[in-house]
């Protein structure tokens, strides 16, 4: 079973850094792309970064780019959100999740089958 726990949430100020973290358990983590997406209540998910697992291709939203870093740890299977001066617009919830989308949808939501629960990130000014 296909299962994915993000954890590392919490509330930084502004200019500090945060390190979420993404542990997948039931697949192969080279066959997978996983990605960090966000929410605010309301608004629909938006992508944030994702990481293929079979090559480590990247994306990053322009807005976190020089910010924030994603990376993997095939033998623990986990990936990293790391948030460097984080702004408060950055604050929502978290999201994990993997999929196997083409390099060209590499950031659609609706590419990624499976999600893990959220973890709120707040950022204080």
């Known amino acids: 079973e296909v299962q994915l726990q993000a954890s590392g949430g919490g509330l930084v100020q502004a200019g500090g850094s945060l390190r979420l973290s993404c542990v997948v358990y039931?697949?192969?983590?080279?066959?997978?792309?996983i990605g960090w997406f966000r929410q605010d209540p309301g608004k629909e998910r938006v992508p944030i970064s994702c990481i293929a697992g079979s090559d480590g291709t990247t994306y990053y939203k322009d807005s976190v780019k020089g910010r924030f870093t994603i990376s993997s740890d095939s033998a623990k299977s986990m990936v990293y959100l790391q948030m460097n001066s984080p702004k408060p617009e950055d604050t929502a919830i978290y999201y994990c999740?993997?999929?196997?989308?083409?390099?060209?949808?590499?950031?659609?939501?609706?590419?990624?089958?499976?999600w893990g629960q959220g973890t709120q990130v707040t950022v204080s000014s």
């Open positions: 999740a993997a999929g196997r989308p083409i390099i060209s949808a590499i950031s659609r939501s609706s590419m990624y089958g499976y």
């Open positions: 039931g697949f192969s983590f080279e066959t997978y792309t």
